[in-house]
């Protein structure tokens, strides 16, 4: 019945509606007035999407989140369609709708599948409550330069950790209601120093190593969407490449989902030099595998009626796009319940859900003496300084634009509500501006402004005045949000503008100083790391940022995350990851540069906690086993602590000869564990074929190596306790 209502509705469309169902529109009014003498139009993408729709010319629209608004144009939809079909209307859903998350790179640092899927089943449910039936999210990019603006939205460096992260998060988005997307189909974390939308060059050893193993766990997890990348990979556009959106996505990974660009991506392999025009674009991407175009306007599908030689590959995608709208329920129910959403939106649940998720991705990076966690008692009074520390919009990070900020809790705010003591705030420093504006400048609200008369020498001396009279200083420094994200890629690490400047100050005056730091990439902490006693990463936290991070400096939940990424001493040694291989002269690893050290400031996987944790009796179940067996890793962990902590079991192998040349280490399994004081928890691993295996250029397929295995197990990729086994025909 199935296959045969799509049939029907194929049979009965033109060409030309067939395109049409190939096609999203962008759908927003740009702020401002329109101004012809500029030849600026406000209206431009709304009346071009409404015109598409009533001619039965668009298959989806996005960026529309107003349940009325949404009813409205599936109307337009269904009553200008001559099939009656109606629209997908997808959106950015990175890190929440209504309810705003950590950014995602903050959630893989919970090393929490639970809680990461946890929270985009709430993403998905506010969304498919106003209407939106798919995301384009998760991005499962790895990447290994911080100087790359999306390194905020995804996982980090590591491809195991990275999978992990991706799967939950398409289970979460899916449990939701919503389509879930995964992208940039592939290797667009890779671009040329950092810099957003530049070529990525990786040879297969990596592609297949390292940067697709997310991307596969997210189509075994079932994702029905997957996003390409903009960039040219390895000479091919990725849009364009049939090779990786078929040979690849589909005939190799079983893909069944439908494939949509990126914005305007078909039309940019014509400025790639990829494509001759339009029509030679709109042939070369659906038939590489491009179901769908995403475009702002005039989009190069509209050719593919004229294409005879992209018509069976028109028939195939027009098919998977009715399939996806079947199984949402569409072509049954298209509305929306305006007054459902309404009570979905407002549920509180979903802010308690954002507070744990807040106070579970923190990571505590240095904690001398103790400083932390902060006695309510035992201080009178409170300086809280820096920009980020009162900064609604900052404490949501970037890639929201549906929040609600009134409700937003600074960390400010949380601390107030947290202690009786004397709280005292100080901006201390400007606001310091990106030299080019973002292009999300655009929505509300994105761009930071200092007060109206503010005097930043009088600023910067109030506060480390503030700092001088107060028991302890808490200093919240970092990025606003708009200097990171997409098309915000950086050539320095640095704090931006005065902020070293007012950290140095405020230590100078021998206040007990704790410096909290909202970021979504490692920044330079050569200073801090030597003069800070406390220092804690709080990323951007979301709606329930300030709560959570006042529970986390007082007590009431201890730190736990882990570092999702090598944070580097200076911008001079990226990219950096610790999964390198053991190369020349491994005794020097650590002296690559004259003037620097090479090692990392943080290694991969650390973070501390208010406990204190024992690694003891590591195991391994058999000393030898045959290539295809499985092996059990086994480990007493202890907090020897006086206060219930979380911590994440880190498992390493590396493997000493073979085929190929292989990392000095790499993680192959984790658990995040709670541990009252004194408590013992054995934690055990499987390691199999699968987590043994890697590509090999050479051999162009997967292999597995008889071998000996190193094995570590602790708290990060430093970890210390070690064992091994060995792998041979038996």
Same mark, same amino acid.
């Given at each position: 019945?199935?296959d045969?209502?799509?049939e029907?509705l194929?049979?009965?469309?033109?060409?030309?509606?067939k395109a049409?169902?190939?096609?999203?529109y962008?759908?927003f009014k740009?702020p401002?007035e329109?101004?012809?003498a500029?030849?600026?139009?406000?209206?431009e993408?709304?009346?071009?999407?409404?015109?598409?729709?009533?001619?039965?010319?668009?298959g989806?629209?996005?960026?529309?989140?107003?349940?009325?608004e949404?009813?409205?144009l599936?109307?337009?939809?269904?009553?200008?369609?001559?099939?009656?079909?109606?629209?997908l209307?997808?959106f950015?859903?990175?890190h929440?709708?209504r309810?705003?998350?950590?950014?995602?790179?903050?959630m893989?640092?919970?090393?929490?599948?639970?809680?990461?899927?946890?929270?985009?089943?709430?993403?998905?449910?506010?969304?498919?409550?106003?209407?939106?039936?798919?995301?384009?999210?998760?991005?499962?990019?790895?990447t290994?330069?911080?100087?790359w603006?999306?390194?905020?939205?995804?996982?980090?460096?590591?491809?195991?950790l990275?999978a992990?992260?991706?799967?939950?998060?398409?289970r979460?988005?899916?449990?939701?209601?919503?389509i879930a997307?995964?992208?940039?189909?592939a290797?667009?974390?890779?671009?040329?120093?950092?810099?957003d939308?530049?070529e990525?060059?990786?040879?297969?050893?990596?592609?297949?190593?390292?940067?697709?193993?997310?991307?596969?766990?997210?189509?075994?997890?079932?994702a029905?969407?997957?996003?390409?990348?903009?960039?040219d990979l390895n000479?091919?556009?990725?849009?364009?490449?049939?090779?990786l $959106?078929?040979?690849?996505?589909r =005939? !190799?990974? #079983?893909?069944?989902? +439908?494939?949509?660009?990126?914005a305007?991506? &078909?039309?940019?392999?014509?400025?790639?030099?990829?494509?001759?025009d339009?029509?030679?674009?709109?042939?070369?991407?659906?038939?590489?595998?491009?179901?769908?175009e995403?475009?702002?306007?005039?989009?190069?599908?509209?050719?593919?009626p004229?294409?005879?030689?992209?018509?069976?590959?028109?028939?195939v995608s027009?098919?998977?796009i009715?399939?996806?709208?079947?199984?949402?329920?569409?072509?049954?129910?298209?509305?929306?319940?305006e007054?459902?959403?309404?009570?979905?939106?407002?549920?509180p649940?979903?802010?308690?859900?954002?507070?744990?998720?807040?106070?579970?991705?923190?990571v505590?990076?240095?904690?001398?003496?103790?400083l932390?966690?902060?006695?309510?008692?035992?201080?009178?009074?409170?300086a809280v300084?820096?920009? $980020?520390a009162?900064?609604?919009? =900052? !404490?949501? #990070?970037?890639?929201? +634009?549906?929040f609600?900020?009134?409700?937003? &809790?600074?960390?400010?705010?949380?601390?107030?509500?947290?202690?009786?003591?004397?709280?005292?705030?100080a901006?201390?420093?400007?606001?310091?501006?990106?030299?080019?504006?973002?292009?999300?400048?655009?929505?509300?609200?994105?761009?930071p402004?200092?007060?109206?008369?503010?005097?930043?020498?009088?600023?910067?001396?109030?506060?480390v005045?503030?700092?001088?009279?107060?028991d302890?200083?808490?200093?919240?420094?970092?990025?606003?949000?708009n200097?990171?994200?997409?098309?915000a890629?950086?050539?320095?690490?640095?704090?931006?503008?005065?902020?070293?400047?007012?950290?140095?100050?405020?230590?100078?005056?021998g206040t007990?100083?704790?410096?909290l730091?909202?970021?979504?990439?490692?920044l330079?902490?050569r200073?801090?790391?030597?003069?800070?006693?406390?220092?804690m =990463?709080?990323?951007?936290?979301?709606?329930?940022?300030?709560?959570?991070?006042?529970?986390?400096?007082?007590g009431a939940?201890?730190?736990?995350g882990?570092?999702?990424f090598t944070?580097?001493?200076?911008?001079?040694?990226v990219?950096?990851?610790y999964?390198?291989?053991?190369?020349?002269e491994?005794?020097?690893?650590?002296?690559?540069?004259?003037?620097?050290?090479?090692t990392?400031?943080f290694?991969?996987?650390?973070?501390?906690?208010?406990?204190?944790?024992?690694?003891?009796n590591l195991?391994?179940?058999?000393d030898?086993?045959a290539?295809?067996?499985?092996?059990?890793?086994?480990?007493d962990?202890?907090?020897?602590?006086?206060?219930?902590?979380?911590e994440?079991?880190?498992?390493?192998?590396?493997?000493?000869?073979?085929r190929?040349?292989?990392?000095?280490?790499?993680?192959?399994?984790f658990?995040?564990?709670?541990?009252?004081?004194g408590?013992?928890?054995?934690v055990?691993?499987?390691?199999?074929?699968?987590q043994?295996?890697?590509?090999?250029?050479?051999?162009?397929?997967?292999?597995l190596?008889?071998?000996?295995f190193?094995?570590?197990?602790g708290?990060s990729?430093?970890?210390?306790?070690?064992?091994?086994?060995?792998?041979?025909?038996?």
């Amino acid at each position: 019945m199935t296959d045969e209502r799509i049939e029907t509705l194929l049979a009965g469309m033109s060409p030309e509606e067939k395109a049409g169902q190939l096609t999203q529109y962008f759908y927003f009014k740009l702020p401002g007035e329109a101004d012809p003498a500029l030849g600026f139009d406000a209206d431009e993408q709304p009346r071009a999407a409404e015109a598409a729709l009533g001619r039965g010319g668009a298959g989806a629209l996005l960026f529309v989140t107003d349940p009325a608004e949404v009813n409205r144009l599936q109307r337009l939809a269904i009553d200008g369609n001559p099939q009656g079909i109606p629209v997908l209307f997808g959106f950015d859903v990175i890190h929440g709708l209504r309810t705003i998350f950590p950014v995602p790179i903050a959630m893989a640092a919970s090393w929490d599948p639970e809680t990461i899927e946890r929270g985009q089943t709430i993403a998905g449910r506010e969304a498919r409550a106003v209407g939106i039936h798919w995301t384009f999210a998760p991005m499962v990019d790895i990447t290994r330069d911080p100087r790359w603006g999306r390194i905020i939205e995804g996982a980090g460096e590591d491809p195991f950790l990275g999978a992990a992260v991706a799967a939950a998060q398409v289970r979460g988005f899916q449990g939701g209601g919503i389509i879930a997307g995964p992208k940039h189909f592939a290797g667009y974390g890779a671009s040329l120093g950092g810099r957003d939308y530049d070529e990525a060059n990786i040879s297969e050893y990596e592609l297949w190593n390292t940067y697709l193993p997310p991307f596969q766990a997210a189509v075994e997890a079932g994702a029905g969407n997957i996003m390409t990348a903009y960039m040219d990979l390895n000479g091919i556009p990725a849009s364009g490449s049939h090779w990786l $959106l078929t040979k690849v996505l589909r =005939d !190799t990974w #079983g893909f069944t989902g +439908f494939v949509v660009s990126d914005a305007n991506a &078909v039309k940019n392999l014509q400025t790639h030099g990829f494509a001759a025009d339009p029509a030679d674009a709109a042939a070369r991407a659906v038939t590489a595998g491009v179901d769908l175009e995403m475009a702002f306007s005039e989009p190069a599908y509209d050719h593919l009626p004229a294409v005879p030689a992209a018509r069976d590959a028109v028939e195939v995608s027009v098919r998977r796009i009715l399939e996806a709208k079947l199984r949402l329920g569409l072509l049954d129910e298209p509305f929306v319940d305006e007054d459902r959403a309404r009570e979905v939106l407002a549920d509180p649940e979903h802010r308690a859900v954002a507070r744990e998720a807040a106070r579970r991705s923190a990571v505590l990076l240095k904690n001398d003496g103790d400083l932390l966690p902060l006695d309510p008692g035992a201080f009178g009074s409170i300086a809280v300084l820096g920009p $980020l520390a009162d900064s609604r919009r =900052d !404490t949501l #990070g970037p890639w929201v +634009f549906d929040f609600d900020l009134a409700e937003t &809790v600074t960390v400010l705010e949380g601390i107030r509500r947290a202690t009786g003591a004397e709280v005292a705030y100080a901006q201390g420093v400007p606001v310091t501006q990106r030299e080019f504006p973002s292009m999300f400048d655009q929505f509300g609200g994105n761009r930071p402004e200092d007060p109206e008369g503010f005097d930043a020498d009088a600023e910067f001396a109030r506060a480390v005045a503030l700092a001088e009279s107060s028991d302890v200083a808490i200093v919240v420094l970092g990025e606003h949000q708009n200097m990171i994200g997409e098309a915000a890629s950086r050539s320095s690490l640095d704090l931006p503008g005065r902020q070293l400047e007012l950290l140095r100050a405020v230590a100078a005056t021998g206040t007990p100083t704790v410096l909290l730091l909202m970021n979504g990439r490692p920044l330079d902490l050569r200073w801090p790391a030597e003069h800070v006693p406390a220092i804690m =990463d709080i990323w951007y936290p979301g709606s329930q940022g300030g709560n959570a991070v006042a529970d986390l400096l007082f007590g009431a939940a201890s730190p736990g995350g882990k570092l999702p990424f090598t944070w580097p001493r200076t911008v001079g040694q990226v990219p950096i990851h610790y999964g390198h291989t053991r190369s020349h002269e491994p005794q020097n690893q650590g002296r690559r540069y004259w003037d620097e050290a090479s090692t990392p400031l943080f290694p991969f996987g650390h973070g501390l906690s208010y406990g204190r944790f024992a690694y003891e009796n590591l195991f391994v179940s058999a000393d030898t086993v045959a290539p295809d067996a499985e092996v059990t890793v086994s480990v007493d962990v202890t907090n020897t602590g006086a206060r219930p902590a979380p911590e994440v079991v880190q498992l390493y192998l590396h493997q000493r000869h073979g085929r190929a040349s292989r990392p000095v280490r790499e993680l192959k399994g984790f658990s995040r564990v709670e541990l009252a004081p004194g408590e013992t928890r054995r934690v055990a691993f499987t390691i199999g074929p699968q987590q043994r295996r890697y590509w090999h250029a050479a051999v162009r397929d997967w292999v597995l190596d008889t071998t000996t295995f190193d094995v570590w197990v602790g708290g990060s990729s430093a970890a210390e306790l070690a064992t091994t086994f060995e792998v041979r025909d038996v």
